[in-house]
């Protein structure tokens, strides 16, 4: 068991360092696609790495449906640091959201899955990344009705659309009953996303 533990942590490693060259081969084949339009050689590192970056995402996909059940403690503080390290990296986000981390509380420990948590945090992102083409996003740590908790604050006002798409359910099958989950609350009055952990 350790051993495949081991290697699911060697492979989402190997998967994260190679998404950040390869998010420059596309960022900077893209640019050139623009000045150069005919360049064949151009649309074919392009592709390439369009296709590689499928790959990658298919193989993390893999790991993640076997790895939610991964549950671990978890420094909410270390996790989000390391989470908002990567995502200044991840090129469809990092030109179009702003950060700002300001934790609400002191930091908290939590019995959670990497994935989970990852998962839950980047797919509230690429929502708010997909619906405004810039924004800046308060986050942090902090706690709801005393269970610990992640919130992400925009800038913008969000719609009731939006939050609906924020604050969906998540997919019941993906956890065991006896696990926690993270309960994505929508505080309306507050223009925030709480992702309560319990």
């Known amino acids: 068991m350790k051993e495949k533990i081991l290697t699911r942590h060697i492979l989402e490693g190997l998967i ?3 998404n950040n060259p390869l998010n420059l081969i ?3 084949s893209q640019i050139l696609r623009k000045t150069q339009p005919d360049n064949a050689e151009i649309a074919k590192i392009y592709q390439a790495g ?3 970056d499928e790959v990658l995402k298919e193989l993390y996909n893999r790991i993640s449906e076997r790895s939610f059940e991964l549950i671990q403690e978890i420094s909410l503080a270390s996790w989000l640091t390391r989470e908002l390290d990567y995502l200044q990296h991840y090129l469809s986000i990092k030109h179009g959201i702003r ?3 300001e934790d609400l509380t002191d930091d908290q420990v939590v019995l959670a899955s990497l994935i989970e948590l ?3 945090y980047e797919s509230k992102l690429v929502i708010l990344n997909e619906c405004f083409e810039a ?4 986050t942090g740590i902090s706690s709801h009705l005393g269970k610990p908790a992640i919130y992400l604050k925009p800038d913008k006002v969000i719609s009731n659309d939006i939050a609906s798409s924020l604050s969906e359910k998540i997919d019941l099958e993906l956890y065991p009953a006896d696990k926690q ?3 994505s609350i929508w505080m309306e009055e507050q223009n925030t996303l709480i992702g309560v952990i319990g």
């Open 118 to 120: 990852g998962t839950w």
């Open 99 to 101: 950060f700002v981390r």
């Open 50 to 52: 369009i296709r590689m």
């Open 135 to 138: 924004i800046s996003i308060q």
């Open 26 to 28: 596309l960022g900077y």
């Open 16 to 18: 994260h360092n190679l």
């Open 181 to 183: 989950r993270i309960e």
